[in-house]
């Protein structure tokens, strides 16, 4: 009906086309190779919760195939009612092959396991559609109203008189766009990383929420109590403007690797839930992998190599926990130990750092800073002994050079534009405050792909060419870098009214002398307690910090130091300076590993007087 804009997702290609190995035949009740099948299959999405659930296993595979096995009381005692209910449901809108991870991925056959795991994406977005079941605690709930086929649902309507004999039903529910909206109850289904990455990647959906269905594709949003339109919806096209969850779909549209997009996604992803906290990397791998096709060099653990530096220095949104292998790990070892330096390597929301030196940013955004330059050069390796290193290639502070010295030469896509003062006043007007770099340069660069004016960077960078072959790089956990180093002291609590948003506490750093040195932003009140825990210590914990870049923060702050000011002037403290600074991480050592315990920023003048002499080899875990 919408012709090619709904036939394939965005940055999907033809070879991603996959067929899974075994459907569901829903005619025959009945396990089947897919081999030599060329009708099209359904894809079921849900949460399986403590039900009890069939699960295709090795020692009845076999048994699974002979015809009309799922209809006999021994199996279909075992399959929840969504399940059944998709059955139904397929067949009556003339489907017959059904793909349900719980019966189409062998569960203890580890390279079948990890294959699936591994290609779930290209699953989903091959379907003909995907059923949606987001309502319910687990899969018992059902796809409830389809009359004579599913269970009755129930309905939140009241009538409205218009005439003597007439009246119309009034739904009592909101409606934003498809969103669950943030006044409604949260579900199940939209906490899990798992059906994250399966709804995403779904380009038709018949979606069942709120004891209600809709259709939802790439064009248009269809309900069932409103007629629908066959035109293009071009609110569904315009993700820019809409809220929720459409948040971390933008990036299916966007051309320009920067880190405010992956923020979206990111942070969207890592709030889910897992019941193996090790799948994290596997429950992300189909969103990584299609992020290779725009950020040049691709992702490792989540974090983009064009932008290593930077992002590096990822930060909380909310209380952050260290994701740690559960007791009964099925990931195939793929992910079974994440690494700290990785945002994967937590649970909670996170986001990158805004760099005002690369784009601007809006007013009230919290962790803006500027980066200027690196300090040292990243390898990657498979072990904390592995001699084989590779060089991660992080180009953001070559594509800065590059513009700064040769202004005329813009890449493809780009165009160079002078930044007057009419245009930030125009800016400021639409009523949407921004923030500059400290020194706002004479030219600005905008993409032929961005739909919003206000999308400006500082200098361009290379687009990838979406059809250039642009293959995985191994996931590599530990990095290595020969850095500065300095042990300063952590411990008194900073006042937050400034950054009401940050996820966990944010403490000052000292130097030995007690003079102010900077802060850390730790992820979560217990590091808060541990610090605290030393009532001896007049100066606070002293910690090991390590360097990855230079730059600039208006973060760092001596408060008590403007308290005293400001009670001996009769003045208000609360107006943070720009300060040169070292981007840091703090690090605790574990069997010649370090690892990550939180992020910080030290002013450039206590950095250089505490830092030792020699750099450090840092290996990082």
Known sequence: MHGDRCKTLPLFREEDQIQPRLFVDTQHNCIVESKGISAGYV???????????????????????????????????????????????????GQRYLWVDALCIVQDDEQHLHLELNQMHRVYAGAVFTIIAGDGADANHGLRGFKNLTAQRLLQQKPIQLAADESIMQDLRSRTMGDAGDSRPKKVYYDRAWTFQENLFSRKKIIFEDDSVRWRCQCSDWYEDLLPDSRVDERVGNFWALP??????????????????????????????????????????????????????????????????????????ASLARRKASAKS?????????????????????????????????????????????????????????????????????????????????????????????????????????????????????????????????????????????PVRPQTA????????????????????????????????????????????????????????????????????????????????????????????????WANPLKDCYFVLWIEWENGVAYRQAYGAVTNEAWESEKETELVDLILG
């Open 478 to 573: 530990f990095l290595y870098a020969q850095t500065s180093r300095a042990f300063l002291f952590a411990g008194s609590l900073i006042d937050e009214r400034g950054d009401p948003h940050l996820g966990g506490p944010r403490v000052q750093l000292v130097k030995l002398d007690g003079q102010y040195a900077g802060f850390l932003q730790l992820n979560n009140l217990s590091d808060l307690a541990d610090l605290e825990s030393l009532p001896d210590s007049k100066l606070g914990k002293p910690v090991e910090l390590v360097a990855t870049c230079k730059g600039y923060t208006g973060r760092i702050f001596d408060y008590e130091l403007a308290m005293r000011t400001a009670a001996a002037n009769f003045e208000t403290p």
């Open 330 to 470: 099925h990931s195939g070892g793929l992910s079974h130990k994440l690494p700290s330096w990785s945002w994967l390597g937590w649970t909670g929301t996170i986001a990158f750092p805004t760099d005002l030196e690369f784009e601007i940013a809006p007013g009230g955004s919290v962790g803006i800073e500027g980066y200027t330059m690196p300090v040292t050069e990243w390898y990657t390796m498979s072990s904390p002994t592995s001699a084989e290193r590779r060089l991660i290639q992080s180009t953001w502070y070559e594509n800065r050079l590059r513009a700064s010295r040769d202004a005329t030469e813009v890449p493809t896509g780009w165009r160079r534009e002078r930044f007057q003062v009419e245009y930030n006043i125009r800016l400021k007007n639409s009523g949407r405050g921004y923030q500059y770099p400290r020194e706002v340069p004479q030219y600005c660069y905008k993409h032929e792909s961005f739909r919003d004016e206000s999308q400006i960077h500082w200098y361009p960078i290379p687009v990838l060419d979406r059809s250039t072959p642009c």
């Open 244 to 317: 929720g969850r459409y948040l971390a779909e933008k990036w299916f549209h966007c051309s320009v690797p920067t880190l405010s997009i992956l923020s979206d996604i990111a942070g969207a992803y890592n709030s889910k839930i897992l019941t193996f906290p090790e799948d994290a990397l596997s429950a992300f791998a189909g969103i990584q992998s299609t992020l290779h096709r725009i950020y040049p060099g691709g992702l490792i653990y989540g974090i983009p190599e064009n932008f290593f530096d930077v992002a590096l220095t990822w930060q909380p949104r």
């Open 43 to 93: 894809a079921l999405s849900y949460s399986w919760g403590q039900t009890r659930n069939l699960r295709n296993e090795l020692k009845i595979c076999e048994e699974l195939q002979v015809p009309g096995v799922l209809a006999r009381d021994e199996f279909h005692q075992q399959l929840p009612s969504t399940i059944t209910d998709a059955f139904a449901i397929i067949q009556s809108l």
